[in-house]
């Protein structure tokens, strides 16, 4: 197959590779009727993973916490991703890697420890949360009355696609003409928001909610730039009136990297705009980045085998 055949993005499905548009998940797997199914995002950005290391090691963290053993070791995983973004050839990605169990075989029980899990990966064009207008004005987010699912019945730090909390406080973010909830737990305390952490800032001290969200790679360099601006960092429960009258909020995540917010519930932070700090931040993180910080060159020459 040529490669024009990729440019819109590569998979990778138990074994075979396809142009992004034919990859398909049966509609009798697990993976698709339960939400049985884990998953983890990477970056490229100009042609290089970011921590790469570090997202194959949740992924392999999640998988373990759902139980679930594929074919493909950690190195077959990690020659799977550069060879699907080698076969799009696209210079900046959005990567997924995803395990799902598949449907119970005739006779067998319906019962997930007798389904096999396997692998499916892709690469298409970079994605972000947040475009380049929400960047510069900021983020509009509000507190939802959904609460996001507790850890004790669907573990966030393993990434899932039980999006129903989050995709409900949305239609609440939509009519509260917020760009984006972020949820509470039943204790009163932030979350996190539909794909991204969240960070809030007082009096000078960066603060982020020490559970029920996902570990967020993004979040972990940025403790990294508060360690390296000398900025104090605290990771603890946030109550949710603490984070409305916060100083500076900002989200983060792969897909769209530190994105700060100008307003919460309809209270405008410094003046509308993304704050001082949040901003520093978000400098700092991509002069990193291009410099090379945590960078795995892609195997372009991957694609060729
Ligand atoms: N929280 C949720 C629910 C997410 O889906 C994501 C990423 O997609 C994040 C947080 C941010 O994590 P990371 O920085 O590893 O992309």
Redo the contacts with the bound molecule.
């Keep these: 197959m040529s490669l024009d055949a990729y440019a819109a993005g590569a998979a990778y499905v138990d074994g075979r590779y396809m142009p992004v548009a034919q990859a398909a998940v049966p509609v009798t797997h697990f993976g698709w009727r339960r939400s049985d199914v884990t998953y ?2 990477v970056g490229v950005w100009e042609g290089s993973f970011f921590r790469l290391d570090d ?1 194959l090691a ?1 992924f392999a963290a999640s998988r373990a916490e759902l139980r679930m053993t594929p074919d493909e070791s950690d190195a077959d995983l990690r020659a799977i991703l550069h060879r699907v973004v080698a076969l799009s050839g696209l210079r900046s990605a959005y990567v997924s890697m995803e395990c799902l169990r598949g449907a119970p075989a005739p006779g067998q029980p319906r019962h997930p420890a007798f389904v096999r899990p396997y692998i499916l990966a892709f690469a298409i064009p970079w994605v972000t949360l947040a475009p380049a207008e929400m960047m510069a004005r900021g983020m509009h987010l509000m507190v939802s009355d959904t609460l996001r699912i507790p850890p004790e019945s669907v573990e ?1 730090r393993a ?1 899932n696609f039980h999006w129903g909390d ?1 995709t409900r406080a949305q239609f609440e973010a939509l009519e509260a003409e917020a760009d984006y909830a972020v949820l509470p737990d039943r204790e009163g305390n932030v979350t ?6 969240v960070f809030s800032i007082t009096d000078g001290v960066v603060a982020t909610p020490v559970r029920g ?9 940025v403790m990294e730039l508060c360690d390296e601006l000398g900025l104090r960092l605290e990771v603890r429960a946030i109550p949710v009136e603490e984070f409305r009258a916060a100083d500076e909020i900002f989200t ?4 769209g990297g530190i994105m700060p917010a100008s307003r919460i519930d309809g209270r405008r932070m410094n003046n509308d705009r993304p704050g001082p700090i949040s901003t520093r931040l978000l400098e700092r993180f991509w002069e990193k980045r291009a410099e090379g910080w945590h960078a795995t060159p892609v195997d372009y020459a991957a694609a060729e085998e």
Aim: proline share 8%.
């Design positions: 983890d995002v997202h949740r966030p990434k989050m996190e928001g539909p794909g991204f952490n969200g996902l570990d967020g790679i993004t979040r972990l360099s983060c995540t792969t897909a």
